[in-house]
């Protein structure tokens, strides 16, 4: 799948193995402090992981006793959702997602993702000025991920520059729970690469790929919906508008 990807990519695509050291130390790495997040509605904590003669690195630790009930995603699956939005954005090479794994940790299984450190000085509102582009990038994947919770809080720059998506608990729904902020581009075309990209993951082997990389996260149902979502919009091309009494994220 990566020779297609590359194919129909803009030249922005990251390779898969850029991310193995890192995901390596999160997979692999001693857990030597542990410290809860002071936000959120589900419990998260700040992680200290140390291998070998390496410096310690920051994570977010997820676990999935830690997730509140909801009424309209199973229970516990949270944590799963975020693995997939991960491994989603590595094969598309878009957006920017921190490496992700699911480990066992000091209160049972969840995800543990790579800390960014987010350049304070921007607001959401100069997001939008300087990175249009990957905000657009940003938008599209959250409608074929049905991203349910895609708060301005949620979009990070880092102090090099480079936009990040955070917190994918809500997402790959099978029914549509599309809640945003980035209203942007709604009535607007698809980039012809972006559709490209959409119609590629629709083809086989590529198809054959996303489906089992996904299946050890999502029910069968979760991802053929996913795919009805990305075959329509390769078909129509165009962000869909949005309805202003459903489509924004509570608290956002």
């Given amino acids: 799948m990566s020779k297609r990807r590359a194919d129909v990519g803009d ?22 402090a542990c410290e809860p997040l002071p936000w959120g509605s589900n419990y998260s904590f700040a992680v200290a992981l140390a291998r070998d003669d390496e410096p310690e ?10 997730e509140a009930p909801l009424w309209d995603f199973p229970s516990g699956t949270l944590y799963k959702r975020e693995q997939a939005a991960y491994l989603l954005s590595r094969m598309l090479g878009w957006p920017g997602i921190p490496p992700t794994v ?19 000085r921007l607001s959401f509102q100069q997001i939008r000025r300087s990175q249009s582009d990957d905000l657009r990038r940003m938008a599209l994947f959250d ?8 708060k301005s809080g ?6 090099t520059g480079r936009l990040w998506g955070i917190d994918h608990g809500l997402t790959f729904h099978s029914q549509g729970k599309l809640r945003t902020v980035i209203w942007d581009f709604a009535g607007e075309p698809i980039a012809a690469s972006d559709i490209s990209q959409l119609e590629a993951i629709c083809e086989q082997p590529c198809e054959a790929e996303v489906r089992g990389r996904l299946s050890a996260w999502l029910s069968r149902g979760e991802i053929n919906a996913f795919y009805r979502r990305v075959e329509h919009l390769a078909l129509t091309g165009v962000f869909p508008h949005l309805e202003s009494y459903r489509s924004v994220p509570w608290g956002w």
């Fill in 11 to 32: 030249g922005a695509t990251i390779p898969w193995d850029d991310d193995t050291d890192v995901l390596a130390l999160l997979q692999g790495g001693r857990i030597v």
């Fill in 143 to 150: 409608l074929i991920a049905n991203n349910a919770d895609r």
């Fill in 57 to 66: 690195r920051i994570a977010v630790y997820k676990p999935r006793r830690g």
């Fill in 102 to 120: 699911v480990r066992d940790g000091p209160h049972g299984v969840g995800t543990v993702q790579l800390y960014i450190e987010p350049d304070d």
């Fill in 154 to 159: 949620h979009c990070l720059v880092d102090t």
